[in-house]
Structure formats: C-alpha cells, structure tokens
C-alpha cells in the first residue's frame, strides 16, 4: 500500500495588520489539513530576527510586508520550493537571485484586481455622466443646471492606458455597455485586442479622442511621469481621468497646473506619489480633484478572495498541478 506523500513544511510571513483579512480563519483552517507548520507566523521583522526558521520551509505563504526574497533570504531556505503571495504586486520582493533559483512564485493579482475593477467601472460610469464635474457647479452656482449635455453610456469612448490584469478586467465589464473602448499598450496583441474587445491606438489618441481615460499601466522607468500636461491638455471639454495604477505615472507638478487651468477636467486619484500627498499639496484642495485612499485595491473581506486563491494554489502545488497564477519569470520585468 502506497504511503500518502508527506505533507511540505510551510511558514506564513505578512504584516500583522491584514493578517486576518488575507488568511481568514477558514482558510487557514484548510492550510492546517495541508501543511505542518514551521513555526507561528511572522512579521518579515521578526524573521529577520530569526532567518534560521527557514531551514526546513518548503513553501513560503505571504503577503502584504513579504520579505524580500534576495541572496541573504535564500541562503537560509535551501528546502524552498515555492512562494505564494497573497497580494498583486511581487516586483518589490524578487530578486535575480530568487529568479536564479527557478522557484515558482504565486501572485494573487487576478484577485487584486476585481475590487479595483469595480471601482473603475463605477468611475467610468460617474465620469460618462460627468457627475463629479456637474456636482461641483452645482454646489458653487446652486442651481441645477438646464440640460446639462453630456457623453453618457451610448456611443461614447472610454481609454485604457494598459491590458494587463486590471485592464482587460475593466474592458470585460465595460463590454457590456453600449461605448467604444480604446487601449493602449505596446505590448497588447491584436489578439488580446480582439478578446478584449478593444481597438489599439497610440497614447496620444487615447487622450484627445476618450471621454474618461483610466489608467492601468505598470510603474517603470519608461512609464515615470508620462502623463504630463501635453496629454492632459488634450483631453475634450468636460473628460474625466482616472489613476487606479501608480501615482507616479502622471507628472504631478504639470498636472496641478493643467487642473487649475481646465476646470472642466476631473482628475479621479485613488493613488499618488507620494502616498499619501505632502499635507500642502494640492490635490487636497483642487475643487476638480476627487482624492481617494487607494479604496480600489482589496479591502476588508474583499481580500479573503487573495488568501483563497493561495489555498486553491496550495492545493494545486501539493498535488503535483500546474500552478495557475504561477509568474512567467520571462515576463516579470514588465509586470507592476
């Protein structure tokens, strides 16, 4: 009779905080069935403290505060076979000597990005009917205006700044709807286009042509900044931008200006860089700046959907399956 395969020795290493929102107790629970425990779970401070816990760690189950998986981590984990991380991003924590290693790495992005999705679409949707702009003046003028003409949900054009997760999310839920999307994203193809329900054009038409652009791009070296006042000033009369991705995509300082200058335009920022703002910016008192506190992102129970992904993951690793959220390492450079 076959012995059952041993259960793999597993550590949970996250911030404290969203510990419980992440890895609710019935999904831990169902980890307990699947692993033995290395220890209790940590703090990254506290395995700093004591790195020689992962000596005998087979699977690394982590999150938001994940350590960074360099040389020094990875000295002290010759038995790591796999990493899953409940969160999106896993750019800040691997390194060319984790990728050298060839241990397959989990991100729980896809979950990530449905609450971010659904607070894009209702934005578009606000933006459409240019709410944020239509309540403003009428708070200031205190009467409702005549009429007002706006683009609505027929027949208008909403922009993507990037098809990555998020984005193709965004366009499967604005696919319902009777609007033309655009896109743009250098390394979309015309057949994630064609999935997606989008038509590929270049950055600048993006903006002078879409009555709401969202953006969904990821923060490197040749996207810092790039949303700077010749792109904003060439948004129509009345558009509304949307910044659920990194703060630092949009040039802040011509921003500001071109806001001041085109009250007319909304700026919807549930990120910024810094984040949060310099107490003096800004973006806290322009009238046509709607300041949100990354309220896009998992929240709340919201994030029980990443802790599950990790378990179903889990599940799959220790049954032998292809991971399914596994990162493709030729294609980590240009995630976010």
Not at 50 to 61: E, F, Q, S
Not at 112 to 137: C, D, M, S, W, Y
Request: charged share 20%; aromatic share 4%; net charge neutral.
């Amino acid at each position: 009779m076959n012995e059952p395969a041993p259960r793999p020795t597993a550590l949970l290493v996250m911030e404290e905080e969203r510990r419980a929102d992440v890895y609710p107790r019935e999904v831990l629970a169902e980890i307990d069935r699947l692993v033995h425990w290395q220890g209790p779970p940590l703090t990254r401070q506290q395995l700093d403290e004591d790195p020689d816990v992962l000596g005998r760690t087979d699977v690394l189950l982590t999150g938001w505060g994940a350590p960074v998986l360099d040389a020094a981590f990875l000295a002290h984990a010759p038995q790591l076979q796999a990493v899953l991380v409940a969160a999106g991003s896993v750019r800040h924590l691997t390194t060319p000597a984790f990728w050298a290693r060839g241990i397959p790495i989990v991100s729980a992005a896809e979950a990530n990005a449905i609450p971010v999705a659904e607070f894009t679409l209702a934005q578009v949707l606000l933006g459409l009917k240019q709410v944020h702009r239509i309540t403003r003046e009428v708070a200031s003028s205190r009467r409702f205006p005549h009429n007002p003409k706006v683009p609505g949900a027929y027949r208008s054009r909403v922009g993507l700044l990037g098809l990555g997760h998020i984005g193709r999310l965004v366009a499967a839920h604005l696919s319902r709807f009777d609007i033309e999307i655009l896109a743009t994203d250098p390394i979309a193809s015309a057949d994630t286009a064609r999935r997606t329900n989008v038509r590929l054009v270049g950055i600048e038409e993006l903006f002078a042509a879409c009555h709401v652009v969202s953006l969904h791009a990821p923060l490197l070296p040749e996207t810092r900044g790039t949303i700077g006042a010749r792109l904003l000033n060439s948004l129509g009369l009345g558009a509304t931008l949307i910044n659920t991705a990194r703060g630092a995509l949009i040039d802040e300082r011509a921003a500001v200006e071109v806001l001041r200058a085109r009250p007319d335009l909304t700026a919807v920022l549930d990120v910024t860089h810094p984040e949060p703002p310099a107490r003096d910016s800004p973006l806290f008192t322009l009238p046509n700046v709607v300041l949100t506190p990354h309220l896009g992102g998992a929240l709340g129970a919201e994030r029980h959907r990443l802790g599950q992904l990790v378990l179903d993951e889990l599940r799959r690793f220790i049954g032998d399956q292809p991971l399914q959220y596994a990162i493709d390492p030729t294609r980590a450079p240009s995630l976010a």
